[in-house]
DNA sequence: TTAAAATATTAGAATAGTATTATAAATATC
DNA sequence: GATATTTATAATACTATTCTAATATTTTAA
């Protein structure tokens, strides 16, 4: 009686976990890319006032913004002229308050 | 009466910050590095035991564990003629669980 | 001191990630 | 429709990462 398919078996034998998480943490390793999670953090925030709450050109954070969309970590709405991002993954949300957290 | 220099402070506005977690995560975000770190939060292995036990290429191990151990992610000890490593830092073993943990 | 075992390092080619610049697309306003 | 604003995409040059194969280093034991 299984309940699930993969009882037993330890998370780093299970090579669809580790690149799945490769991949969400390849995403966030980049500082630009932590600094916008850190800053939507609090809430949806639309592209400019990202990129010039950041200091960052705006084709670069539009390009990091799409990596972060792509892997599901950041959704978005538009709204009339402007869009908006937010955190859709809940994980992301919690490892980021695991890193910023102090010892 | 400030306690810390940085009191106040977002910790995405952190350039430091920044740069010191994005390079965390990249040491994490490798499908072979996760792979080591999830076989060595069981505890201390030597070399050999483990890319025995990952089947992977003993250089290409050696190569990542020594990404993993010039991060300060690793810790080793020369034990006659093994080496065997171990997680040195606390918040990697912490960052595992969190991304190991179903939802 | 030589040989074997364990681990690390190096060199090379292939691939992937990044910033910058320029341009395109979508929407809103006039 | 013309124009301004917002966001996305493309092209390029540059840098970094990765794997593989070969070789070096360290330790132990014969």
């Known amino acids: ?3 699930h398919a993969k009882e037993g078996i330890e998370k780093w034998q299970d090579e669809q976990f580790l690149e799945d998480t490769a991949e ?4 966030l390793a ?9 800053f939507l953090a609090s809430g949806k925030k639309c ?3 990202i ?8 084709p670069n954070v539009s390009q990091h913004l799409s990596v972060l969309r ?3 970590i950041l959704g978005y709405k538009r709204e009339g002229s402007i869009v908006c991002y ?11 308050r695991n890193l910023t957290q102090e010892d």
């Open 86 to 96: 937010y955190i859709k993954d809940k994980r992301v949300l919690e490892l980021y």
């Open 51 to 58: 990129w010039e709450a950041l200091d960052l050109p705006q």
């Open 47 to 49: 592209v400019k006032h």
């Open 70 to 72: 792509n892997r599901g």
């Open 24 to 27: 969400l943490l390849k995403a």
């Open 1 to 3: 009686m299984e309940t």
């Open 30 to 38: 980049h500082p630009s890319r932590l600094k916008i999670v850190g």
